[in-house]
């Protein structure tokens, strides 16, 4: 069993950075594929980045170059770094893990969900 809490989501303006963090709770984390979702009003939940058990990585194309995810298993602790916020990033963040380490796009493949943090960037 794991348990997911975002944190560090906020009001940021546009070109603003802003860091998210997920604490986990439980040994599944380090040998599961986490991710970070994103869902905005009346859009479906979307894969943003992705890190794999051993830090392979995957990006949205509308965040390559802009955010960076990255993951401390000492910690247990997941995180997204968001340079260069454009309007267009405002949604709520969701991290999410997997049981297996395996990336994918799809919601229904992830296990484990944290109660998300909202992430508004003013333009």
């Known amino acids: 069993q794991v348990q997911l809490v975002e944190s560090g989501g906020g009001l940021v303006q546009a070109g603003g950075s802003l860091r998210v963090s997920c604490a986990a709770s439980?040994?599944?984390?380090?040998?599961?594929?986490v991710g970070w979702f994103r869902q905005a009003p009346g859009k479906e939940r979307e894969l943003v980045a992705a890190?794999?058990?051993?830090?392979?990585?995957y990006y949205a194309d509308s965040v390559k170059g802009r955010f960076t995810i990255s993951r401390d298993n000492a910690k247990n602790t997941l995180y997204l770094q968001m340079n260069t916020l454009k309007a267009e990033d405002t949604a709520v963040y969701y991290c999410?893990?997997?049981?297996?380490?395996?990336?994918?796009?799809?919601?229904?493949?992830?296990?484990?969900w944290g109660q998300g943090t909202q992430v508004t960037v003013s333009s």
């Open positions: 999410a893990a997997s049981k297996l380490n395996t990336i994918s796009g799809y919601p229904d493949d992830y296990d484990y």
């Open positions: 439980g040994r599944t984390f380090r040998s599961s594929a």
């Open positions: 890190i794999s058990r051993g830090g392979s990585t």
